[in-house]
């Protein structure tokens, strides 16, 4: 007989989404909250509704989700916003998480956990400094009075935040945890490498696709199109041994970069009115055939935040199966030190946009509430289990890692979202007004 698991499995899902954005669009509460609990009480107590082996099918269903996930992050960049704050991008989503795995590591030679070495360390902060744009999309986006400039630097942040703990956990922490020693030196060279590398090949795979889209012109085929780019993206530079997540990035926001700039350029042409410009525009080889329209784009970025948040509560289910109590209340002292940390080390991070911002002209100062805002929207997620799944399963201290990381991402999403939720419900009166 036939067995319906996929098709049970699917049903489920769905209706998990379309029940949770049904109650947090009517009680105004985050949908995440939700999803969370939704995930988990479905799995405990109606385990027949997710009737595949999802602890057997984990690596499959992670590179499955991964590549949406991060391809809805990255359509949400635009060329305008890249360009008027990427130093302050680049600032959070590297030199920032650079500096605070940094700092967390160097509470090895406090003893907050006496069982891990150096490398150890690193390799459980650069696991928890990864924050998640689903959860945190999730509690801002029911809620008016948040600059545009804030909203770029945590969607940017979020993004860049990714690779870079991706980096640092792949080709520092988690080698320098199982040989046993890692100079500077070699750290530094081998994410520089990782970084070039990546950029590069996602720079070849975004402007490739900015070119194939160019050969059609119907909005179904070019979100395809996008999704194609993601999977071949992320499947390549794991092939050639280089980050996936960073060369997928790279590669869809060189994509949206190009078609931003093309779109900019058909607008000014439609209000100059000039007919010579616009022919000379015409004639030129790259330029023969639009990518896309606005119109069309909008269409894909819905589209892609639908299948990124659909990828978002698969994680979610992974997260369930790997939740068990009795272990994580074994481990509960570690899990609030490692959660108080990485919350102090956030916001002393955050500190520069509020406090120091003025004393350079690269970084604009956001204020208390920016800081505030900043501070609380690095809510952990979908990457830390990824990434906290991959450590080897004989690894002796797997248990701590796998229970800190779950209690991080669990109290970071409740505790992080509550304080937002709060604050923009009964305290925040501010309007948008970009």
């Known amino acids: 007989m036939h067995s319906f698991s996929i098709e049970i499995t699917v049903m489920t899902i769905l209706l998990l989404v379309i029940v949770s954005n049904a109650l947090a669009s009517r009680f105004r509460i985050p949908s995440v909250f939700l999803l969370l609990i939704g995930s988990y009480s479905i799995y405990m107590f109606f385990p027949q509704m997710i009737p595949i082996d999802l602890k057997g099918e984990f690596d499959s269903l992670v590179i499955f989700a991964i590549p949406l996930i991060f391809m809805a992050d990255a359509l949400h960049l635009h060329f305008e916003d890249i360009r008027d704050y990427w130093f302050e991008i680049f600032y959070l989503a590297v030199v920032s998480v650079a ?253 520069k946009f509020a406090f120091l911002g003025d004393k350079t002209e690269a970084i604009k100062p956001v204020g208390v509430r920016g800081w505030f805002i900043l501070t609380f929207s690095g809510m952990k997620g979908a990457l830390s289990i990824i990434l906290v799944h991959m450590l080897p399963h004989d690894l002796p201290q797997r248990a701590l890692f796998e229970s800190v990381t779950i209690g991080v991402v669990v109290l970071s999403i409740f505790v992080y979202g509550s304080i937002l939720w709060v604050y923009f419900m009964f305290f925040d009166t501010k309007k948008e007004s970009n």
């Open 99 to 351: 500096i605070s795995i940094a700092v967390g590591a160097s509470l090895y030679y406090f003893d907050l956990f006496p069982e891990l070495t150096l490398g150890a360390y690193v390799t459980l902060f650069a696991i928890n400094m990864a924050t998640d744009a689903v959860s945190v999309q999730s509690i801002l986006s029911q809620f008016e009075g948040i600059e545009h400039r804030i909203k770029v630097l945590i969607e940017g942040e979020s993004l860049g935040n990714d690779a870079t703990a991706v980096i640092a956990f792949f080709f520092i922490g988690l080698p320098w945890m199982l040989h046993g020693e890692m100079t500077v030196g070699t750290a530094t060279l081998a994410s520089l490498k990782v970084f070039s590398l990546s950029t590069v090949l996602g720079l070849a795979v975004g402007f490739g696709f900015y070119l194939f889209l160019k050969l059609f012109d119907d909005r179904r085929s070019e979100f395809f199109a996008f999704v194609v780019e993601a999977y071949g993206a992320y499947v390549l530079a794991e092939h050639f041994h280089i980050s996936g997540i960073l060369t997928l990035i790279v590669a869809v926001v060189t994509t949206k970069v190009f078609i931003d700039r093309d779109i900019e350029a058909h607008k000014r042409e439609l209000a100059r009115g000039d007919r010579r410009y616009s022919r000379q525009h015409r004639r030129k080889l790259l330029h023969r055939f639009e990518a896309t329209t606005h119109e069309r784009m909008e269409y894909i970025y819905e589209m892609a935040r639908e299948f990124g948040y659909i990828a978002a509560v698969v994680i979610f289910f992974l997260l369930a199966e790997m939740v068990d109590v009795p272990t994580l209340l074994s481990y509960w002292k570690e899990i609030l030190i490692m959660f108080g940390v990485t919350t102090l080390i956030r916001a002393l991070s955050m500190a």
